[in-house]
Nanobody, 118 residues
């Protein structure tokens, strides 16, 4: 079992920045893949960004050039720096991790609200 804890959401004006953080306290092995999804009320969860051990990162087109994902492999943490925010970025942001350790695993955090006002 992996527990993910997010922090850093909040209210910001359009054009502003926020930084989200996600930690996996008590996890004794390396989480190879960590990243972020977001969900707007009434819509499907949307992938935002992923960071893989080794430094490979990927982004949804909607956030490319504005968001930066980074991770600390030794501590199993992943951050999402969000710049130039706009109201369409509003939603609940979920941290996730996936991998294989004796079997496939897929864990999610509880989510953190990001609200961008116009």
């Amino acid at each position: 079992q992996v527990r993910l804890v997010e922090s850093g959401g909040g209210l910001v004006q359009a054009g502003g920045s926020l930084r989200l953080s996600c930690a996996a306290p008590g996890t004794s092995f390396s989480l190879d893949t960590m990243g972020w999804y977001r969900q707007v009320l009434g819509k499907q969860r949307e992938w935002v960004a992923t960071a893989v051990v080794g430094g490979i990162t990927s982004y949804a087109d909607s956030v490319k050039g504005r968001f930066t994902i980074s991770r600390d492999n030794t501590s199993n943490t992943v951050d999402l720096q969000m710049n130039a925010l706009n109201p369409e970025d509003t939603g609940v942001y979920y941290c996730y991790t996936r991998g294989f350790r004796g079997g496939y695993f897929d864990y999610w955090g509880q989510g953190t609200q990001v609200t961008v006002s116009s």
